[in-house]
């Protein structure tokens, strides 16, 4: 996993420790991920991961994937740290990642791709992954999320929003942020651009929004 990684993933560089590149530690996180969320929506079978077992995966999520992503979800991104070299850093890079994966789907990271700086203008950081989602979020008028926790983060460009929801919502709460509606029919307004703290319910509800 570490090593496809390194030849698959998109990733940060410069780090001075565990190693210069994140997306081996990516890898680890994020395709076990994928895993364990295939085999328990029967995508995949045991028979498919010979080498894995249900235990073995969420130790491996409680230990190393749970605590990045809880991390991500429940504050908006440090650009500080991401800016670092650290094992901190990477591991800040490492759940950003895991968290756009889990809010929008892994289409998300290969979009990323469009609006990092090119190559010949020098490494590509946390920070530069960080302002490439703000900037992929600007330039879409419509995008899905789906909440997997009680809470998360999301960057929200200024404007009106028509959001439907693929079942009814009980709640739909975005910190600073007006929402109203009922049911699988809202509209949000959001009056500047941002971070914010999102809380949707019944968990898992799968959310289309459109930019007015």
């Known amino acids: 996993a570490h090593e496809y990684g390194h030849f698959l993933l998109p990733g940060a560089s410069g780090y001075t420790e565990p190693e210069n590149w994140a997306n081996g530690v990516l890898g680890e996180r994020l395709f076990f991920k994928w895993i364990r969320e295939d085999i328990a929506l029967g995508r995949l079978s045991a028979a498919d991961v010979e080498f ?33 070299k650290t094992s901190r850093a990477m591991n800040a890079f490492t759940g950003l990642l895991l968290c756009l994966d889990d809010l929008h789907g892994s289409s998300m990271l290969l979009e990323l791709l469009d609006y990092l700086p090119a190559p ?59 929402a109203s509606g ?8 959001n009056a500047a651009d941002g971070w914010k ?14 930019r007015r």
């Open 197 to 210: 703290q999102m809380h949707a319910g019944p968990r898992d509800a799968r959310l289309t929004w459109d």
């Open 120 to 178: 010949d203008q020098g490494g590509v950081g946390g920070v530069e992954f960080l302002r490439a989602y703000e900037r992929r979020m600007h330039s879409t008028r419509a995008f899905q999320t789906t909440i997997h926790g009680d809470r998360t983060q999301l960057f929200l460009a200024k404007g009106e929003y028509k959001v439907t929801s693929t079942v009814g919502l009980e709640v739909l709460f975005i910190d600073g942020v007006s």
């Open 182 to 189: 009922k049911g699988k029919s809202w509209i949000v307004s």
């Open 52 to 84: 894995l077992d249900s235990e073995m995966l969420d130790e491996f999520n409680t230990k190393q994937i749970q605590p990045l992503l809880d991390r991500a979800r429940s504050a908006a991104p440090d650009t500080a740290l991401l800016a670092g």
